[in-house]
């Protein structure tokens, strides 16, 4: 069921003595490609979606946040003062937030707030950067006159999940919920922050997510030995090109000159990245082209990278992979950090409804439950509502 303002509004009264403030949202995102690329400096290929985070907010007047998380019915109060901050993850993303900003400058005050949202937790759709980018967006129009820019408040949202969560994450999804433009996904290029959009709307074809219901846990998971098997072998081929600071700046040459100082398990993971960083400018160019059959090639490209390099895949997520191409689906891939989640598939309109028929019936024989479809409708980045 789609969330809707008046879900948020309703209770917010309930919970804050019939008062009313301001709404805000922020989404979700997908990616097309480039996975596992913005920490290293690459390019991502994303965009929002409608699904994402509904955020009533109104000053209190005190230096305390009384915040109620809809979806989950649950409710904690926690000062601005406080230097630990609450325990629960779905407060510390709004304290993190808060704090961050303060450090920017912005004079924030004790509020009110009630919130939820429709992205799938789990997913790979970015809940909690939609959650992140929602706050931020609001605290800088409550509190700071709207002077931080849209960059400035990705990052924002991508220091706490660095200080507050304890996810070492790049800046692809705060920036996809923070940017997002109906119908165009963009490029990002994570080294220098220069971002393009491309116009998203195929004739012939539709993105539509199948979620696994494998629900993947990125705190303390090997997400984060990914990231640190990457630095390893940027810090190899320092030794002889001091000048490079990510897998970015590394050649195919680079790489091979460490082939046997590094770890066969790192480099695997750098040469899924070197090869990504060239998938996602290959995709960019069958893009403009009109040739999304090429698009679809460099998605299953990706996936055998994740599953068998990167090894941030599952059985549930290669089945469905395997079982898209069987059906003739033009490009399917594992998307987000890995270890469950969603595969995103390029389907041509004339399949998709044969294509839904046998995931839905073979995913349930395989493994015995229920795989979620999610259509995709590319939609507009962290906003004002009222």
């Known amino acids: 069921?789609?969330?809707?303002?008046?879900?948020?509004?309703?209770?917010?009264?309930?919970?804050?003595?019939?008062?009313?403030?301001?709404?805000?949202?922020?989404?979700?995102?997908?990616?097309?490609?480039?996975?596992?690329?913005?920490?290293?400096?690459?390019?991502?290929?994303?965009?929002?979606?409608?699904?994402?985070?509904?955020?009533?907010?109104?000053?209190?007047?005190?230096?305390?946040?009384?915040?109620?998380?809809?979806?989950?019915?649950?409710?904690?109060?926690?000062?601005?003062?406080?230097?630990?901050?609450?325990?629960?993850?779905?407060?510390?993303?709004?304290?993190?937030?808060?704090?961050?900003?303060?450090?920017?400058?912005?004079?924030?005050?004790?509020?009110?707030?009630?919130?939820?949202?429709?992205?799938?937790?789990?997913?790979?759709?970015?809940?909690?950067?939609?959650?992140?980018?929602?706050?931020?967006?609001?605290?800088?129009?409550?509190?700071?006159?709207?002077?931080?820019?849209?960059?400035?408040?990705?990052?924002?949202?991508q220091a706490t999940e660095h200080n507050y969560i304890g996810v070492k994450c790049g800046i692809m999804d705060q920036f996809a919920s923070i940017f997002g433009k109906k119908d165009n996904l963009m490029r990002l290029d994570c080294q220098s922050g220069e971002y393009q959009y491309f116009p998203w709307k195929p004739k012939d074809y539709k993105l539509v997510l199948i979620n696994s219901c494998v629900k993947h846990e990125l705190v303390g998971s090997p997400y984060n030995d990914r990231r640190e098997s990457c630095e390893r072998v940027v810090e190899a081929i320092k030794a002889f090109k001091p000048e490079v600071k990510t897998l970015r700046d590394c050649t195919w040459d680079d790489l091979a000159q460490v082939k046997d100082k590094v770890s066969e398990t790192d480099y695997k993971r750098a040469k899924y990245v070197l090869g990504e960083v060239d998938r996602v400018l290959a995709v960019c160019n069958a893009l403009n082209a009109g040739e999304y059959e090429t698009v679809g090639e460099k998605m299953y490209e990706t996936h055998n990278g994740l599953s068998k390099d990167y090894e941030v895949s599952c059985d549930e997520i290669d089945f469905l992979v395997s079982l898209a191409a069987d059906c003739g689906v033009t490009g399917s891939r594992i998307m987000g950090g890995g270890f469950g989640g969603c595969t995103i598939n390029l389907v041509n309109k004339d399949l998709y409804p044969t294509f839904i028929e046998q995931v839905k019936s073979q995913y349930k024989s395989k493994f015995g439950k229920e795989c979620k479809i999610i259509d995709v409708v590319i939609g507009e980045g962290a906003r004002k509502l009222s």
């Open 1 to 157: 069921m789609k969330l809707t303002i008046e879900d948020v509004k309703s209770r917010f009264i309930k919970h804050f003595n019939g008062e009313t403030g301001n709404v805000y949202a922020a989404p979700g995102r997908i990616n097309l490609i480039g996975e596992h690329t913005d920490y290293n400096g690459g390019f991502v290929f994303p965009g929002a979606v409608e699904q994402g985070m509904i955020a009533e907010i109104k000053p209190n007047g005190t230096r305390i946040i009384r915040a109620y998380s809809i979806d989950l019915k649950d409710y904690y109060e926690f000062s601005l003062d406080d230097e630990k901050g609450p325990r629960a993850t779905h407060f510390r993303y709004i304290f993190g937030v808060a704090k961050e900003m303060m450090k920017l400058g912005v004079k924030v005050e004790g509020f009110d707030t009630a919130f939820a949202g429709d992205v799938p937790q789990g997913s790979g759709m970015s809940s909690s950067a939609a959650l992140e980018s929602c706050f931020a967006y609001a605290l800088n129009d409550l509190f700071g006159d709207g002077k931080i820019d849209s960059i400035t408040l990705a990052k924002v949202g």
